[in-house]
């Protein structure tokens, strides 16, 4: 398939998952010039998505791959480790959607500021580092609305504390009594809560 038609294909594909979803529009754009980014979702404080209702963005990255038979439940794709750089302030809804005449697939990896740190720490030589993402469930619009407001929350939350050093549990007996607030759980979190709160 012509890289172009690619290209639309996957940003069709993945503007298409948000739109059952009241409160976020999907602004992506093909043929992008930005340095690292083909747009941002959009998310809104109700269903009217007009200004006064505007809340935040997410800046998102979406990439094409073609000619693929088979789409696993998850895949590994490799990002430019100056890219990496340039998602590390606000995170990134990095996509990628495979694509053959009869299906498409979207996979998708939220990468917040911390987890991109860790990342790019461990590349002192290479220029690419390859991450692994798992599908995205359009399905949902509410655990969709979810994942990505948590994850905006997450973000911002990481932002200002990025370049601090990493607590480790020694660090944390010193606090005393330290509190742990945990939000946002999707169904499948509550399903695996161990493994939610880890994530958390």
Same mark, same amino acid.
């Given at each position: ?55 935040a963005l ?23 480790i100056v ?44 220029? +690419? ?27 911002? +939350? ?36 161990? +493994? ?5």
């Amino acid at each position: 398939m012509n890289p172009i038609k690619v290209e639309q294909n996957a940003v069709d594909e993945v503007r298409a998952c948000f739109d059952d979803c009241d409160r976020i529009l999907a602004g992506v754009q093909t043929n992008d010039k930005t340095i690292a980014w083909d747009g941002h979702l959009y998310l809104y404080k109700d269903s009217s998505c007009k200004k006064n209702s505007y809340y935040a963005l997410i800046p998102v990255q979406v990439k094409g791959v073609s000619c693929l038979e088979k789409h696993p439940d998850s895949i590994n794709y490799s990002i430019d480790i100056v890219d990496l750089k340039a998602y590390k302030d606000d995170g990134i809804a990095y996509f990628v959607v495979y694509i053959n005449k009869r299906k498409k697939t979207v996979y998708y990896v939220l990468l917040a500021p911390i987890e991109i740190k860790a990342i790019i720490s461990t590349c002192s030589e290479q220029n +690419r580092k390859s991450v692994s993402l798992k599908k995205l469930d359009c399905s949902n619009s509410n655990e969709l609305d979810l994942l990505f407001r948590v994850f905006y929350n997450d973000c911002k +939350r990481q932002k200002s504390v990025v370049d601090m050093p990493v607590l480790s549990f020694e660090d944390l007996k010193d606090l005393g009594n330290p509190k742990l607030t945990v939000y946002g759980f999707t169904a499948s979190d509550i399903a695996n809560l161990p +493994r939610a709160l880890a994530k958390k």
